[in-house]
C-alpha cells in the first residue's frame, strides 16, 4: 500500500510562514501529478494546490492562497510534495492533506485525486 506521509504542520501566529512536507518512497510517483487539499471544521475538502509531474506547472485550485502559498517538488529517491504557506491566516487553519493522482501527469480537478496521506493540521491564531 503506497504511503504518503506529511509533516510540517503545526500551531502559528496570524502572519507567520509554515512549509509542509509529504514524501513517499514509490518512485512511480515521480510520473504522477500531486497535490494538496485542506479540510477546515465543519467544511468540506478545499482543493488547495497541484503540481505536474516535473515540477514545472503548478495550479492554485484556492483564490484565498494565490500569492500566498507555493507548491514544489522534488522527484529524488522518490518523491517530496512541498506547501510553502506564507503570510498565513486565521482561515487557513485546517487539516492539510496531500494526494497523488495516479496515472495522470497534470491534475487540475480534484476528481484525479486518489491516493492519500493522513493529513497535518495547521493552526493559526490571530
Known amino acids: 500500500q503506497v504511503q504518503l506521509v506529511e509533516s510540517g504542520g503545526g500551531s502559528v501566529q496570524a502572519g507567520d510562514s509554515l512549509r509542509l512536507s509529504c514524501t513517499t518512497s514509490?518512485?512511480?510517483?515521480?510520473?504522477?501529478?500531486m497535490g494538496w487539499f485542506r479540510q477546515a471544521p465543519g467544511k468540506e475538502r478545499e482543493f488547495v494546490a497541484s503540481?505536474?509531474?516535473?515540477?514545472?506547472?503548478?495550479?492554485?485550485a484556492a483564490d484565498s492562497v494565490k500569492g500566498r502559498f507555493i507548491i514544489s517538488r522534488e522527484n529524488v529517491a522518490g518523491v517530496t510534495v512541498y506547501l510553502q504557506m506564507n503570510n498565513l491566516k486565521p482561515e487557513d487553519t485546517a487539516v492539510y492533506y496531500c494526494?497523488?493522482?495516479?496515472?495522470?501527469?497534470?491534475?487540475?480537478?480534484?476528481?484525479?485525486?486518489?491516493?492519500w496521506g493522513q493529513g497535518t493540521q495547521v493552526t493559526v491564531s490571530s
Open positions: 494526494a497523488g493522482a495516479t496515472g495522470v501527469t497534470l491534475a487540475i480537478v480534484p476528481r484525479l485525486f486518489n491516493t
Open positions: 514509490e518512485h512511480t510517483f515521480s510520473t504522477y501529478a
Open positions: 503540481i505536474d509531474y516535473i515540477g514545472e506547472r503548478p495550479f492554485y
